[in-house]
């Protein structure tokens, strides 16, 4: 049988000052990274199984970095991949990077045009709607709760980070660079734009005096908002959905960490749908 040769271009490098590094260097400076959106722009995935999900996403990969046994695991993935990868040891990617890479490799892609709301929207039966969430870690994991329980899309309204900052790409596991997002614009004016694609908007809420979400959810397309580790949404985001609906809590508790009451109406859209 013959064995697949990658097309990609494997370069060794010793210097941890070479300039064909520059789109990994610094990751942890909060003003010189390279996924900086004002900066170079650049998505970074982190590790392998990320690394395989960004081959085959949208994102354009340019370069990778990694120690040879990371690219021995990626053979096949590189098979029809054209670009370098820089091979190289554990200590010269730290002296890079700024940190010990347990991972042993990374991807680098440029950020494509964003999705527009109509193109996220059609043919989705199920979207989460986040509107202040600006914790990284959250929202990475609720790319995958996303992922996992068959949301179709993200959108965003006002005051949510940005998703592919390196630490939001490794959380979700790279899905956020293949569960489709987009921006809503006008928030929450905007949200007017969904309701007319047939969704049915219910903030959730943790309100005891709301309906549970099992009996509110009613729609054949269904939008779920969540808002902002602590406050939640906005009483003015709230005004614009349809419905508000909680999930019930045990006496002596009144809310749940964001990303886990996402993934808990996720299930619910599941179970109920």
Same mark, same amino acid.
């Given at each position: 049988?013959?064995?697949?040769?990658?097309?990609? &271009?494997?370069? /060794?490098?010793?210097?941890?000052? /070479?300039?064909?590094?520059? #789109?990994?260097?610094?990751?942890?400076?909060?003003?010189?990274?390279? /996924?900086?959106?004002?900066? @170079?722009?650049?998505?970074?995935?982190?590790?392998?199984?990320?690394?395989?999900?960004?081959?085959?996403?949208?994102? $354009?990969?340019?370069?990778?970095?990694?120690?040879?046994?990371?690219?021995?695991?990626?053979?096949?993935?590189?098979?029809?991949?054209?670009?370098?990868?820089?091979?190289?040891?554990?200590?010269?990617?730290?002296?890079?990077?700024?940190? !010990?890479?347990?991972?042993?490799?990374?991807?680098?892609? &440029?950020?494509?045009?964003?999705?527009?709301?109509?193109?996220?929207?059609?043919?989705?039966?199920?979207?989460?709607?986040?509107?202040?969430?600006? $914790? &990284?870690? #959250?929202?990475?994991?609720?790319?995958? #709760?996303?992922?996992?329980?068959?949301?179709?899309?993200?959108?965003?309204? @006002?005051?949510?980070? /940005?998703?592919?900052?390196?630490?939001?790409?490794?959380?979700?596991?790279? !899905?956020?660079?293949?569960?489709?997002?987009?921006?809503?614009?006008?928030?929450?004016?905007?949200?007017? +734009?969904?309701?007319? @694609?047939? *969704?049915?908007?219910?903030?959730?809420?943790?309100?005891?005096?709301?309906?549970?979400?099992?009996?509110?959810?009613?729609?054949? @397309?269904?939008?779920?908002?969540?808002?902002?580790?602590?406050?939640?949404?906005?009483? !003015?985001?709230?005004?614009?959905? $349809?419905?508000?609906?909680?999930?019930?809590? +045990?006496?002596?508790?009144?809310?749940?960490?964001?990303?886990?009451?996402?993934?808990?109406? *996720?299930?619910?859209?599941?179970?109920?749908?």
């Amino acid at each position: 049988m013959r064995q697949t040769v990658p097309v990609v &271009h494997v370069i /060794d490098i010793a210097d941890p000052a /070479d300039p064909r590094l520059d #789109n990994f260097r610094d990751l942890n400076s909060s003003d010189r990274r390279p /996924d900086l959106p004002e900066g @170079k722009g650049l998505v970074i995935a982190e590790g392998v199984l990320v690394a395989q999900r960004l081959l085959t996403s949208r994102f $354009d990969p340019i370069a990778m970095l990694g120690v040879d046994r990371r690219l021995g695991e990626l053979t096949d993935d590189l098979a029809d991949v054209d670009m370098p990868f820089y091979r190289t040891t554990a200590d010269v990617m730290a002296e890079v990077v700024g940190f !010990h890479l347990n991972r042993g490799v990374l991807a680098a892609a &440029h950020r494509p045009p964003p999705l527009a709301l109509d193109e996220v929207l059609d043919g989705a039966n199920t979207i989460a709607i986040l509107e202040g969430v600006n $914790d &990284h870690e #959250n929202l990475g994991s609720m790319f995958r #709760n996303a992922a996992g329980l068959g949301v179709d899309a993200v959108l965003f309204g @006002k005051g949510c980070a /940005d998703p592919l900052y390196r630490r939001a790409v490794r959380v979700s596991m790279g !899905h956020v660079l293949r569960v489709p997002f987009a921006q809503v614009p006008e928030w929450p004016r905007g949200l007017s +734009a969904v309701r007319s @694609k047939g *969704f049915q908007l219910i903030s959730l809420t943790p309100n005891p005096a709301e309906q549970t979400l099992a009996t509110a959810m009613t729609g054949e @397309k269904v939008a779920l908002l969540l808002g902002a580790e602590g406050p939640g949404l906005t009483e !003015h985001a709230m005004r614009a959905t $349809d419905v508000r609906a909680r999930i019930p809590m +045990a006496p002596g508790t009144d809310s749940l960490n964001v990303a886990t009451a996402a993934a808990m109406a *996720f299930y619910e859209r599941v179970r109920t749908n």
